[in-house]
C-alpha cells in the first residue's frame, strides 16, 4: 500500500492556512486530475516538511489548498548523497535529473571540465525552472518528500576545493580502481560526494589532482558507461549500501 492516501504537489512555502500552488501544480491539480473543491491532498515542500489539506474555493485557474495538519517532518536521509557531474545535453540530461531525484541525491551540479561538451547554459537561470519541475515530477511519482539541491555550474578546481563530505568517489573505468563496493565503508558517512566526468574522460592532470583532493577512483564494471548511466549506477550502489 502507498504511504500516501492522496495525490500530493509541491509547494516552496508550506504553513498552516491556505497555500497557493504554482501554475504547473495548479494544472496538474485541476486539468489532470480534474480535482474539486473539498478533495483530499497532501503538500511537501522538497525539504522534508509535509502538510494535509484540502482543495479550497479558488479562481478558474487557481488551486489553493487549505492545509489543515502540519506531518512530522521527513528526515533527511543519510549519508547524504551529492552527485557532481559533466553536464550532458537534452534528453540525457532530464533523465540523469529525474532518476538522481528518484534515488534520493541530496545536491545535483554540473562541473565544468576540459573536455566537456556542455557548459553552463545548459543549467542556467532561463532553465532551472524545467529542471526543477523535472524533481518535482519524479519526487511525486516516487513519494519522495525531498528534492535534491540545484545548485550551480562550477569549474573542476573550485569544486575540488569545495566538496564537502568524509568519502569522496570518482567514477574511474580503469582496471585499477576500486570496485564501488569494496569503497563504501561499514558505517555510514555523513556526505558522499560522488564525481563523474565527461565522456571523453578527465585529462591526467584533471584526475590528478582529484585524487590529491581525496577522492578515491571507483569502477562500476567491464563497459564504458555514458555520463548519466555512469553517475545513476554510482548513486544507486551508495543508496543500495546504507538503505
Not at 200 to 207: I, K, M, P
Amino acid at each position: 500500500m502507498s504511504a500516501h492516501d492522496h495525490p500530493r504537489f509541491w509547494t516552496p512555502h508550506l504553513a498552516p492556512g491556505p497555500v497557493t500552488l504554482e501554475e504547473s501544480q495548479a494544472h496538474h491539480a485541476l486539468h489532470v486530475l480534474r480535482l474539486k473543491v473539498g478533495d483530499a491532498v497532501e503538500l511537501f515542500d522538497g525539504r522534508g516538511a509535509r502538510a494535509r489539506g484540502h482543495i479550497a474555493p479558488a479562481g478558474r485557474r487557481e488551486a489553493v489548498v487549505d492545509v489543515q495538519e502540519m506531518l512530522p517532518p521527513a528526515p533527511a536521509p543519510k549519508p547524504a548523497v551529492h552527485l557532481a557531474f559533466a553536464v550532458p545535453k537534452g534528453k540525457r540530461l532530464d533523465w540523469l535529473l529525474e532518476k538522481a531525484t528518484e534515488l534520493g541525491a541530496a545536491s545535483l551540479q554540473g562541473v565544468l571540465f576540459q573536455r566537456s561538451i556542455a557548459g553552463g547554459e545548459e543549467l542556467s537561470d532561463a532553465k532551472s525552472r524545467r529542471w526543477l519541475d523535472h524533481c518535482i515530477a519524479a519526487a511525486r511519482q516516487c513519494e519522495l518528500d525531498r528534492l535534491p539541491e540545484l545548485r550551480p555550474m562550477i569549474a573542476l578546481a573550485d569544486l575540488l576545493a569545495a566538496a564537502p563530505g568524509a568519502l569522496r568517489l570518482l567514477g574511474d573505468p580503469a582496471p585499477a580502481a576500486a570496485g564501488i563496493f569494496d569503497a563504501l565503508p561499514a558505517t555510514p558517512p555523513d556526505d558522499v560526494v560522488i564525481l563523474v566526468g565527461p565522456e571523453g574522460a578527465l585529462t591526467d592532470e584533471e584526475s590528478a589532482r582529484a585524487v590529491a583532493a581525496g577522492f578515491v577512483p571507483v569502477r562500476l564494471g567491464r563497459t564504458i558507461l555514458r555520463v548519466e548511466t555512469a553517475a545513476m549506477a554510482l548513486v544507486a550502489a551508495a543508496a543500495a549500501r546504507y538503505s
